[in-house]
């Protein structure tokens, strides 16, 4: 886990948002490759294993890719679905999707995650992360997220929590669309939704 992203991370238990305090057993440059990031406020610890940051209570292991396209083509379609062009923020790609991740963080300005994959090139920029039913961000941070079969309706609902206004998704359409997201396409593989923005109701003042 390269040690700059360890800040865009948080503490998936319910309480108060908090970020998370590194606890360095080997590091290598700058890539945290094993110790644990612990709350400060409950206590949590999630170890850091082989540059993987472990949210799922070790529930999860690494998937290995399920997809036939190439890494290029799975970074085009992540950014054109999640509406990516020159942007800064957090995306996370999950699954299959994760392939494209090194492609996707060359290509715009975003902190990249990969959720619940294998090995992925330059690992150091990409974050590593396992999940289950939460995903370890601040509320409304995320640019956007592409998650694959393999997850579940709870982390969907999680990423909504985390997408910022605005901000896509992108799931499988084994999987219905999360409340709090609205559909904008769809075929017989994937949907994409994007959270709606903020809207801010303006009052005439007294003349």
């Known amino acids: 886990m390269f040690i700059e992203l360890v800040e865009l ?6 309480h108060d948002e908090s970020w998370l305090v590194a606890s360095i057993d080997e590091l290598h440059e700058r890539d945290i490759v094993r110790g644990r990031l612990g709350c400060p406020v409950c206590q949590a610890e999630y170890p850091v294993v082989e540059a993987v940051v472990d949210f799922s209570g070790a529930g999860v292991s690494p998937a290995l890719p399920s997809c036939a ?4 083509d799975i970074a085009l379609r992540a950014g054109a679905f999640l509406g990516l062009g020159e942007t800064t923020g957090t995306v996370v790609l999950g699954g ?7 492609q996707l963080l060359r290509a715009t300005e975003a902190r990249v995650f990969a959720a619940n994959a294998a090995a992925v090139e330059d690992e150091g920029a990409v974050g590593r992360v396992l ?3 939460a995903m370890p961000f601040a509320a409304s ?3 956007g997220v592409a998650l694959d079969g393999s997850f579940n309706q709870r982390i ?11 901000g896509r998704m992108v799931g499988p359409a084994s999987l219905p669309l999360p409340a709090g997201v609205v559909l904008l396409a769809e075929d ?3 949907w994409v939704a994007e959270k709606p923005p903020e809207v ?6 007294n003349r």
Do not use: K, Q, Y
Not at 69 to 72: E, T, V
Not at 156 to 166: I, K, M, T, Y
């Open 9 to 14: 991370l948080r503490c998936i238990r319910a």
């Open 69 to 72: 396209d190439s890494a290029d």
């Open 96 to 102: 299959s999707w994760a392939m494209g991740a090194p």
């Open 131 to 133: 999940v289950e039913n």
């Open 141 to 143: 941070s995320c640019a």
């Open 156 to 166: 969907l609902e999680s990423a909504v929590r985390v997408l910022r206004p605005g």
């Open 188 to 190: 017989a593989d994937w």
């Open 200 to 205: 801010t109701t303006l009052r005439r003042g």
